[in-house]
């Protein structure tokens, strides 16, 4: 692992995930697997953080079609 691949600071961790800083400080609270270390300042790994992205997205996905498919099934 180069330095390249960690991230430091929350801006750092909020531009490479393409998200406010806002929306990561909930992450953090939200989604305890996220893998953001906290040892004096904030930590990541890059590649550790898009797969974890990767990973999200599809739980997101996954669970809007099951909402999408219980909405259908008790509304027919």
Do not use: H
Not at 21 to 36: A, G, T, Y
Not at 53 to 60: A, D, G, H, P
């Amino acid at each position: 692992m180069s330095n390249e691949d960690i991230l430091v600071g929350m801006k750092a961790i909020a531009g490479f995930l393409k998200v406010s800083e806002k929306v990561v400080r909930r992450w953090m609270v939200e989604c305890p697997e996220l893998p953001i270390v906290k040892d004096g300042q904030l930590l990541a790994n890059a590649r550790d953080l898009s797969e974890w992205q990767r990973e999200r997205i599809k739980t997101l996905r996954l669970q809007g079609a099951v909402k999408k498919t219980l909405s259908t099934f008790n509304n027919g």
